[in-house]
């Protein structure tokens, strides 16, 4: 009982994130970044703010839709690989 409880309170995250106003009317709640895309709330991404490099998240706080830093700087897939050649000419020397 307690795993069927725990499973349909999954469906319900998403619904968790609109806002009914005092109309009726539902609002979604969502951040923007730089660009004004919509990023949702619990993604997390890179900011630039004031020359400081963080990644943020997308939170609530007092129903506010918010950036929250969550690490200092940004993961990020640029490696610098060793030059191959310079490698294989010392290895074989």
């Known amino acids: 009982?307690?795993?069927?409880?725990?499973?349909?309170?999954?469906?319900?995250l998403p619904a968790m994130a609109?806002?009914?106003?005092?109309?009726?009317?539902?609002?979604?709640?969502?951040?923007?970044d730089k660009s004004g895309s919509r990023i949702e709330l619990g993604q997390m991404i890179c900011?630039?703010?004031?020359?400081?490099?963080?990644t943020a998240q997308c939170q609530m706080s007092l129903n506010v839709p918010m950036w929250r830093?969550?690490?200092?700087?940004?993961?990020?897939s640029d490696l610098d690989w060793p030059d191959l050649d310079q490698t294989l000419k010392t290895s074989a020397s």
């Not at 009982?1 to 319900?12: C, E, Q, T």
């Not at 900011?47 to 963080?54: P, S, T």
């Not at 830093?69 to 990020?76: H, I, R, W």
Request: hydrophobic share 40%.
């Open 1 to 12: 009982m307690k795993g069927l409880v725990f499973i349909l309170s999954l469906f319900a």
């Open 18 to 32: 609109d806002y009914v106003g005092p109309d009726g009317k539902v609002r979604d709640c969502y951040c923007t």
């Open 47 to 54: 900011l630039q703010v004031d020359g400081r490099i963080f």
């Open 69 to 76: 830093e969550v690490q200092e700087g940004c993961l990020s």
